[in-house]
């Protein structure tokens, strides 16, 4: 593995028995359009992949539901055997219909199936990390996270996952969740934008639980704002990047997945979470959200 010319944005966090970097990737843009089917570029979407773990990267973030199968096949086909620094994480709870949808899938007898199912097509005998996706496309919905994730505990004490963490969720699911078994990570909607999980963020800070924001830059829509803007131009960055830079000044708890098809693209995101916010950067950022 390449040495990284300077140390990824962030450093790194403890998530469970593992030191993964902060600065991570997120796997779904892998995919083609909508999450749907292979990508355009194959060759270029294992190029991504191979330059994420020759910089440094050593956490990534699937699911067998991306394609369906084809981000995990994806990451198979470029780094399998796995370096030992890598920490992959995958989710369960959801499927996907022909028209693209998400419906939920999270009797005993599916989730089962998709961890098998990402067991298989990641090429691996244990998982690193299953998060028990809850809510729905359209958020978090407040329902009882018991039966699902007791299932996967099952499948824990079977050996075939490492460490279980929650996602979409509320944060009485949260509190549910960690009165059945530890968890390592929540993973929510969250950015400049989108805080609704600012008390959330804190606490699970103090507790040494790692929080993953999804859609850490807007999602499928880019985040916008004029004070995002103005602070970007001040700066002589993009958006973006601000974007990810307050991310990673926000808690020290924050893991980063931003998602990209582009190795370019990479690279922009790793050298702008990098920028330093100062105090009155993070004043004018932090109004926007609230």
Not at 54 to 75: F, K, Q
């Amino acid at each position: 593995m390449n040495t990284p010319s300077a140390p990824l944005p962030g450093g790194t966090w403890t998530l469970g028995d593992s030191s993964v970097t902060r600065f991570g990737y997120g796997a779904m843009q892998l995919a083609g359009p909508w999450v749907m089917g292979p990508p355009a570029d194959h060759d270029g979407a294992l190029a991504v992949l191979r330059t994420a773990v020759n910089l440094g990267i050593t956490h990534i973030d699937t699911s067998d539901a991306y394609g369906p199968r084809v981000t995990n096949e994806l990451i198979r086909e470029a780094l399998h055997p796995y370096p030992e620094p890598l920490f992959i994480a995958t989710k369960v709870g959801a499927t996907r219909d022909a028209q693209g949808g998400w419906p939920t899938a999270r009797r005993p007898e599916d989730l089962r199936k998709q961890v098998h199912e990402n067991l298989e097509s990641l090429g691996v005998e244990t998982l690193d990390l299953v998060n028990m996706r809850m809510g729905d496309a359209q958020g978090p919905r407040p329902c009882s996270i018991t039966e699902a994730f007791e299932t996967l505990v099952d499948l824990q004490n079977e050996g075939l996952i490492r460490h279980l963490g929650v996602s979409n969720v509320t944060a009485e699911q949260v509190a549910e969740a960690r009165g059945i078994a530890p968890i390592v990570c929540v993973q929510n909607m969250y950015n400049l934008a989108h805080r609704h999980d600012d008390d959330l963020v804190d606490h699970l800070a103090a507790d040494g639980i790692a929080y993953v924001p999804f859609f850490p830059l807007g999602g499928f829509t880019p985040l916008q704002s004029e004070a995002l803007s103005q602070v970007a131009n001040r700066l002589g960055a993009t958006p973006m990047s601000i974007a990810l830079a307050w991310l990673v000044q926000r808690s020290p708890n924050i893991l980063l997945i931003p998602g990209t098809s582009s190795t370019a693209h990479l690279y922009e995101n790793i050298a702008g979470a990098r920028l330093s916010l100062a105090d009155e950067d993070l004043g004018e950022l932090n109004s926007i959200g609230r």
